[in-house]
């Protein structure tokens, strides 16, 4: 019992002390400085990275869990903190650590959603050349499809929530609480 509760403290204290931060959009400079404070941040031991985010570029998102998964195989213990709002590709980002290792503050909000495109396609030009841009478009559609369901199934993976719930929630935008998150298992708990 005094081991679990040396565990538990341990780490409370990890979390409670991230060695990293970001807050804003997930972007290009967010990801820059994620390595700058990846870089600078002690070489072993847990390491806490909280985050506080509105969305963002869901690829950068997914480049930085690869980040954390590549460390993670290393055998070094990464923990995930939301904070006040961990949302889109915020949720992509979180994907990348385990459940157990996700954790989030007190009145922070998850929020699930499917990608989104804005497009427009002016066909011009030969017809077989018109044909090709279209099916040009519909390719990107459904490879991003495919990831964003990768994605929804890493979230998911372990918890309460199965994929098809995420899939039918995801097009009208799910707000999760940050109690619901850690009563569905998609979160190790609320700090």
Known sequence: ???????????????????LRLVGSVDEAMYD???NQLSAAPGDGPLTIAITTLGGNPEIARA?????RLIAETGRTLYFLGKAA???????????????????TEGTSLLLHER????????????????????AALNEIEHSITIEEDGFRAIVDGSEVDFEELREK???NWYITCEEAAERGLIGGVI
């Not at 590709?89 to 459940?99: E, L, N, Q, V």
């Open 116 to 135: 989104q495109i804005t497009r427009t396609i002016n066909l011009s030009g030969p017809l077989r050349s018109c044909t090709a841009q279209l099916k």
């Open 1 to 19: 019992m005094a081991r679990d509760n040396q565990t538990t403290d341990h780490r409370q204290n990890v979390l409670t002390s991230p060695q």
């Open 170 to 172: 995801a097009p009208d």
């Open 33 to 35: 400085e994620f390595r």
């Open 86 to 104: 961990v949302y889109s590709a915020g949720a992509t980002f979180m994907a990348g650590f385990p459940i157990d290792c996700r954790f989030m």
């Open 64 to 68: 930085m869990a690869a980040d954390v």
